[in-house]
């Protein structure tokens, strides 16, 4: 339980701390869910006082989601390649929380579209990401 002040529900969220390969510094981004049980403009409600709470995270709200393909909205990305890490986490809750091994997992973030191809070690996934055009979407 990680009480957010401003949030009336329990949202399921995922947290990870991603890095660009070669890069010492790691960021930390939340995956919230979408649509927390009954009520699916919640975790849309809960995303401004998530980065309120956590302002050097960023936070990805999961709209949508089936087997290989997931569309996500970003809060506010203000570093180089941060976007590419958001998908890369994204791509790994379909991974790890659902089972999708598809390769690879096809995500719309916002107006950007990457493909993620990923690689699950003992504790940490490993992700290649390129971008798509946007007729290759599902």
Known sequence: MLPVPGVEHSPQFFRYSAALQGD???SEFFVLIATP???PSAASRA???LERAFPSATVALLLDARTGW?????SALKDAGRKELAAGCVAAVLAGASWDESDPILVELDEAHFAVSLVHHVDL???VIDTYPIDASP
């Open 125 to 127: 996934w490993d992700a």
């Open 24 to 26: 010492p510094r790691a």
């Open 70 to 74: 997931a569309r996500a909205s970003v």
């Open 47 to 49: 995303l401004p006082h």
């Open 37 to 39: 049980f009954g009520d």
